[in-house]
């Protein structure tokens, strides 16, 4: 914001913009953080003993949100835990 301004020769510095921002409550939209509890292991907690002997038996996904030019795009993610 403060270069945005200082490009359309407004004399304001950053501590200036964050002030404002915060008497407007504006803030910039961003993808949330991922705050879910990650867990090292492979397989989760429901699939803990199950036997993945065979292809089929055991799917994992993944979603995955990439900012573009005009929004996110979604990437999906499925994989066996067999084959791999």
Same mark, same amino acid.
Request: a positive charge; zero cysteines.
């Given at each position: 914001? &403060?270069? /945005?301004?200082?490009?359309?020769?407004?004399r304001?510095?950053?501590?200036?913009?964050r002030?404002?921002?915060?008497? &407007?409550?504006?803030?910039?939209?961003t993808? /949330?953080?991922?705050?879910?509890?990650? @867990? /090292?292991?492979?397989? @989760?907690t429901c699939c803990?003993d $199950?036997?993945? #002997?065979?292809?089929n038996r055991?799917?994992?996904?993944?979603? #995955?949100?990439?900012?573009?030019g /005009?929004?996110? $795009? @979604? $990437?999906?993610?499925?994989?066996?835990?067999? #084959?791999?």
């Open positions: 914001m &403060t270069r /945005h301004l200082r490009r359309k020769d407004y304001v510095g950053r501590n200036r913009i002030r404002l921002k915060r008497k &407007t409550n504006l803030a910039a939209l993808p /949330h953080k991922n705050r879910r509890n990650r @867990s /090292h292991e492979p397989i @989760s803990r $199950l036997a993945v #002997t065979r292809a055991v799917w994992h996904t993944d979603v #995955t949100y990439i900012p573009m /005009h929004g996110f $795009l @979604s $990437l999906v993610a499925v994989m066996d835990w067999h #084959t791999r």
